[in-house]
């Protein structure tokens, strides 16, 4: 992440930026108290591992440290707005779109929207390196009731982790499909509250000529959208 966010903030000070300072700083402003915590725990637990002995302990480490895992959580629920940002940036803005497939084909980084989802990833995965360590700790050794300690904090924040997640997957997918459609007045907003996204897929509809038109449709809880695709527009006709 940090090849973009300085890449991006270099090209925001030139003379004709790709980006302005106040959208670098939407993307990536809940991302900077990330890598520090992250570096201030992996440290910690390196110092255990270089000091490794038969009665050593890690779980007190995790444990001292699960409060301030829910950093992560402010994080994810800032991802909602970043991604939908970044989906707008990529439409809007074809220099940035540009600049960002530079990065992905010449210097070879990850695509921008993988990258800004590994943190929201980390705490599960502590989660389930807790689990593995106990399964294999003897209840007898210190660290047992240690790691036991440390999963009960972790798991409670990688729940609300997950909730927040599966919220902002489902109206990001909103965002998505909205952004596949030409702008145009007449057509209602796709994001609304409460709406979730079930299936889409192409139907044939009968117009008011007779003819055959092939759509695509996208079924909600609470709506069927359909559109036409303009292949001069790169983009669906409501």
Known sequence: QTRYVD??????????????AS?????????????????????????????????QTIGDVFDEYAP?????????????KMSKRLLELRKENERFKMFL???????????????LIEPVQRIPRYQLLIRDLIKNTADTHP????????????????KHINESMNRQKKALKLYEIQGLF?????????VAPNREFIKDGPLR??????????????????VLVYGLFSMRKNAYEF
């Open 205 to 222: 509809k009968l117009n008011r000529h007779g003819e055959v038109d092939g759509l695509n449709f996208w079924l909600f809880t609470d």
């Open 23 to 55: 959208d670098v700083a939407r993307l990536f402003s809940t991302l900077e108290a990330v890598p520090k915590l992250n570096e201030r725990f992996v440290e910690d637990v390196g110092k255990r591992v270089e000091n490794w002995h038969a009665r």
């Open 7 to 20: 890449a991006l903030r270099e090209a925001s000070q030139t003379s004709i930026p790709i980006l302005s």
């Open 143 to 158: 660290d047992y009731k240690l790691l036991n300690k440390a999963l009960g904090k972790i798991a409670n924040t990688a």
């Open 182 to 190: 030409i702008p145009n007045k007449s057509m209602p907003p796709i």
């Open 68 to 80: 301030f895992f829910k950093t992560y959580l402010v994080y994810v629920q800032g991802f909602e």
């Open 101 to 115: 497939e530079y990065l992905e084909m010449k210097e070879r980084l990850p695509p921008l929207q993988s990258l």
